[in-house]
């Protein structure tokens, strides 16, 4: 497909992109093959106002049409008195939240593979967002979600015409939507499908541009199934490698304390996670027990020098009030990239320039 | 302050910029006096990608501090099959809602002034957004909403540390708020204080722009107090004064059928409107029985060589669902303006650029 080819993680091999391959032989996951070329940093300013603007680094798929607009979302100081503490507003999304930069590239591929029907597993966001651009693509859709998805967000995704499948846990929810995703559906998922990642990465080439072409000391990144730290690590490497920066950010990598076996893993130094119990936490986004990409999630962060830490619930709800009150309304789960300031104060300098990232609205949980 | 003062809008006298002037002697309205400077088309390229970017036409006010990164929202065809119907997806507001543009700006007079507390009277996504915008800034707020205002609006207000007064009627609230305005109170009115239309202007400078320096033949827009109708036709009368287009599109300003006073009187071609009884709609956001600008809109749309038209609750649902099926997830007062394209289709011609604004986000009212 337009010269991609997905490459196996531990084989190396190579697979051809087609509408029923979402995992490689043995079930090794699956990466997308280099493909992206220089950014000509100097063309953006002619260039559309959202994320496709950078288009040498994303995958050469026809996406015009189910573009919603996405991407090149506001990057402020979280309040008047902290200039040097931002936050990028990555709920001003079409689906106000910032799944969005995947699923609009899962769409596109679905609708170069010829894809009539989808399906997906959520916790929520990626459900709403997948739902929207398979809407937009003329794509029929199925959203395997978790009994505990709160109402808002089954009502999101059911607008979009989407049907919502409730199936006992997240993993309840994975197992069956991948049991449905047989011949001629396509399996649009936010976790496996690596052209996600592609979507992804945009955040950090936008971080970049914002800041007059450098990052941030800082990336706090939430982590639960490793959307946007395996998107940010892509984005950083190709950064680098097309001399646009000279160094990577720090990366501290936040997860629930009630559900964080990255958090765990890392602190073991142990090169894989052990699945946990997901012992309840508000923070539902990123409460992932058994994350598929571990390994590659782990592997990123120590790379990048960063660290996964966990901040518990009670953290939650002062740090979403401290937001709100600087005109910030977030979803609870995007707290937690606000309470590891204080949690782990540690970990930041009071010279750094440190971003975090306002992933969903407050309306998504309120 | 700062070379800006109110104009009276009967005796066109001169008031000077205070926190408690929001009316003028007599109780005539305010507006704001000239001040707009040529714009640079040229020098748009480097400016911030916000509303800000237009900065020649607005109000001289050093509104950084308490910006969201508000502004310049997507415009895309409203589904991939009809690319000459596009969407302005205004509700990607940090507030999501297009109310944004006008309350960033009220904040900023407040905070200019020197204001430590400001009131409001809204149905909703107003006083959302200048709760947001007065926490950002550090005043005190208090909205004052109608009894029928839905939950979510409510909580939404309240996290960002506004107080909420439930007051009846739409115009109870109105009342009663303006009771609490007294010495050292502002008034962040988004009716009565011109420099709200200074914000929703931008609304027609970003099309422009969107469009490469051209207007569509035919803009949509809702129509309650009218504050987007009177911010388009400042904007299009100084796009038209700086030469920047030669003409102004055809204006279809649209009401909920239940709540129509501007309606009536546009079509039985009187100078005013007269107050009518609320009988009930779905389209909360514009359902505003008794408008005060009421003649300022109906001359602009009639300078517009526009209409105004109305619209019944029956076929919201459908206009709602439409868009939500093309990935487009609007509350339900939004969709009146897709729903006009149905009832009043003899206003519409094929070969017509036409847009709709999606004014505030599906999940407001959900």
Redesign the interface.
């Known amino acids: 497909m337009n010269g991609l080819h997905y490459v196996g993680s531990e084989s190396g091999r190579r697979y051809e992109i087609e509408q029923s391959r979402w995992i490689g032989d043995g079930g090794e996951l699956l990466d997308l093959c280099e493909f992206a070329k220089p950014l000509n940093r100097e063309a953006l300013?002619d260039r559309p106002?959202?994320m496709w603007r950078y288009q040498e680094v994303l995958p050469p798929l026809n996406a015009g049409?189910?573009?919603?607009?996405?991407g090149?979302?506001?990057?402020?100081p979280v309040?008047?008195d902290r200039p040097r503490l931002l936050a990028k507003?990555d709920y001003?999304?079409?689906?106000?939240s910032f799944k969005d930069r995947g699923a609009v590239m899962l769409a596109a591929v679905a609708r170069a593979l010829g894809a009539e029907r989808l399906v997906a597993d959520s916790s929520g966001n990626a459900g709403a967002a997948i739902a929207?651009?398979a809407?937009?693509?003329?794509i029929r859709c199925e959203i395997f979600v978790p009994g505990a998805t709160s109402r808002?967000k089954v009502?999101?995704i059911e607008?979009?015409?989407a049907r919502v499948i409730i199936a006992g846990t997240r993993e309840d929810a994975g197992a069956a939507a991948r049991r449905a995703a047989v011949d001629g559906i396509f399996y649009a998922s936010h976790v496996y499908n690596p052209f996600f990642f592609q979507g992804t990465k945009t955040y950090v080439f936008e971080i970049w541009e914002q800041l007059g072409g450098r990052l941030p000391d800082v990336l706090v990144l939430p982590v639960g199934n490793g959307t946007l730290v395996l998107g940010v690590h892509l984005g950083c490497q190709e950064l680098l490698r097309f001399g646009l920066v000279d160094r990577i950010p720090r990366i501290v990598a936040v997860q629930a304390e009630a559900c964080s076996p990255l958090t765990q893993a890392f602190q073991q130094r142990w090169p894989e996670a052990k699945p946990v119990r997901n012992l309840g936490t508000r923070a539902e986004g990123i409460a992932i027990a058994a994350p598929p990409r571990h390994k590659q999630i782990l592997k990123a962060v120590r790379s990048m020098e960063g660290q996964i830490v966990a901040v518990p619930d009670e953290a939650l709800e002062e740090s979403?009030?401290a937001l709100?009150?600087?005109?910030?309304?977030v979803e609870i789960t995007s707290a937690v990239n606000y309470a590891v300031l204080r949690v782990h104060a540690h970990l930041f300098h009071e010279s750094d320039v440190v971003v975090i990232p306002l992933c969903g609205?407050?309306?998504?949980s309120?």
């Open positions: 300013t106002k959202t049409p189910v573009s919603l607009g996405e090149l979302t506001p990057l402020v309040s008047i507003v001003l999304m079409p689906t106000l929207a651009y809407a937009r693509a003329g808002k009502a999101q607008a979009h015409g979403q009030r709100s009150q600087s005109g910030l309304y609205a407050g309306l998504k309120a």
